[in-house]
């Protein structure tokens, strides 16, 4: 199965291909065979995402979208760290560590 993400052009968000548009939500996404790269290069084309790519996806237990490797897992799942324990632009002493 393969499937088309890139990134909203506006947002920069991970968006995923629905077979209609974009969507920021991996289950919405559809399998596009083979016809990935005309469909990427006429979204492309159109303005509407940055560069898009075909990547492979199975589906899970539940009969969901799952991006098979797991760089593009963390692209639409999300970051693997605790979002409490980055750092956030506001915080003072951001980048002002000792080493």
């Given at each position: 199965?393969?499937?088309?993400?890139g990134?909203?052009?506006?947002?920069?968000?991970?968006?995923?291909?629905?077979?209609?548009?974009?969507?920021?939500?991996?289950?919405?996404?559809?399998?596009?065979?083979?016809?990935?790269?005309?469909?990427?290069?006429?979204?492309?084309?159109?303005?509407?995402?940055?560069?898009?790519?075909?990547?492979?996806?199975e589906?899970?237990?539940?009969?969901?979208?799952?991006?098979?490797?797991?760089?593009?897992?963390?692209?639409?799942?999300?970051?693997?760290?605790?979002?409490?324990?980055?750092?956030?632009?506001?915080?003072?002493?951001?980048?002002?560590?000792?080493?």
């Amino acid at each position: 199965m393969k499937i088309l993400t890139g990134n909203d052009l506006r947002t920069g968000q991970v968006t995923w291909w629905t077979g209609q548009g974009w969507s920021i939500h991996v289950e919405d996404a559809v399998d596009v065979g083979d016809q990935a790269d005309a469909i990427a290069a006429r979204e492309e084309g159109a303005r509407r995402v940055n560069v898009p790519y075909a990547i492979n996806a199975e589906i899970d237990e539940k009969g969901g979208v799952r991006p098979a490797h797991i760089k593009d897992r963390i692209r639409a799942l999300g970051p693997t760290v605790r979002p409490d324990l980055t750092l956030k632009p506001a915080d003072p002493e951001a980048g002002n560590w000792v080493i």
